[in-house]
């Protein structure tokens, strides 16, 4: 059975940091699209960031969304077992449900589209106060 758990989510002012984490339960932990998405109240769900690693020694190919390029950063452990998303010089627009997802395959080409992914975790809310 496939399971996504994340962690790490929490209240936080503007300029500070969070790490998440998402304990992954896959058949095949390398050679699957691993994303971050969030939702803020009324508004549609959006990709964060995503990694595709195509072995276990692979460190992965990273995807951004422009809005937060340069303050995120996705990451694996090397057992693939973990995907994090190191979050930094968060600022209110931040704040949302964060979600972890996975699909098979590569991310080339629809890291951020939401039907692409099969599995989801149950999300982890943060929130950043001004």
């Known amino acids: 059975q496939v399971q996504l758990v994340e962690s790490g989510g929490g209240s936080v002012q503007a300029g500070g940091s969070l790490r998440l984490s998402c304990a992954v339960s896959?058949?095949?932990?390398?050679?699957?699209?691993m994303g971050w998405f969030r939702q803020a109240p009324g508004k549609e769900r959006e990709g964060v960031a995503a990694i595709y690693s195509s072995t276990y020694r692979d460190v992965g190919v990273t995807y951004y969304a422009d809005a937060v390029k340069g303050r995120f950063t996705i990451s694996q452990n090397d057992a693939k077992n973990t995907v994090y998303l190191q979050m930094s010089s968060l600022n209110p627009e931040d704040t949302a449900m964060y979600y972890c997802a996975a699909t098979v395959g590569s991310c080339y080409g629809r890291w951020s589209m939401t039907n692409e992914y099969n599995y989801w975790g149950q999300g982890t809310q943060v929130t950043v106060s001004s």
């Open positions: 896959f058949y095949a932990r390398s050679r699957n699209c």
